[in-house]
């Protein structure tokens, strides 16, 4: 007696497994050469600056112990964002900031550079996505000393400070406004003045 190919569970395996294989290689195909070469690049050991890293604390003193920093236009791209859009708040809400902007760059729904993700939309009404950029005031940096200071955390955060106050978002707003999006957004911190979201995962519809 010969079994039928349609009830052969070989045959099923087999197709879900091209199937499964075709899904894997159109995803990596989505991804960008720069983000895909990032997330492939083996870990650095922890030492000397590194180590700085690795050991954050989120307070003044400690941060205002640490070396002055020459940012590269990464760094400086979110020392800016965070100026603007954090100076006011605590250390560790500017940290928090800062996570929200990385987790953007290393989601494929976001530009793949922190510079990319902070200008977004820029120039258009209502489409950016760091209100500073798209508000018609100049960015003009007064604060030189709370500058320094964020330049620090963008330094630190930029070179693979931890991101485990936020739990993965890629959103926030502060307490004094509502948006439409934050009642979809599953909330995942509450730190000083701002409300943390992270996207919802989208599922498809088959």
């Known amino acids: 007696m010969t ?67 020459e940012a590269s236009a990464e760094e400086a791209c979110l020392a800016e964002a965070l100026y603007f859009e954090a100076r006011g708040e605590s250390i560790k809400g500017q940290f928090a900031v800062a996570e929200v902007i990385l987790n953007r760059v290393a989601s494929s729904t976001y530009p793949d550079t922190v510079c990319g993700v902070v200008n977004q939309g820029t120039g258009r009404k209502f489409q950016c996505q760091f209100t500073y950029t798209c508000d018609g005031l100049a960015e003009v940096i007064r604060e030189k000393s709370a500058y320094e200071r964020l330049k620090k955390i963008a330094h630190l955060m930029v070179n ?25 957004f599953p909330r995942t911190a509450t730190i000083g003045v701002h409300y943390f979201y992270r996207q919802p995962t989208q599922l498809s519809q088959n």
């Open 3 to 69: 079994a039928s190919q349609s009830n052969d569970p070989t045959s099923v395996l087999d197709t879900r497994l091209t199937q499964l294989l075709g899904a894997e290689k159109e995803a990596l195909g989505a991804v960008s050469s720069r983000r895909l070469q990032r997330l492939t690049q083996p870990l650095r050991r922890m030492t000397g600056s590194n180590a700085r890293v690795a050991n954050i604390r989120y307070d003044a003193e400690w941060l205002d112990a640490q070396p002055a920093v």
């Open 160 to 184: 693979g400070g931890p991101r485990n106050l936020t739990a993965g978002a890629t959103h926030y707003h502060t307490k004094a406004v509502n948006p439409r999006w934050a009642r979809r």
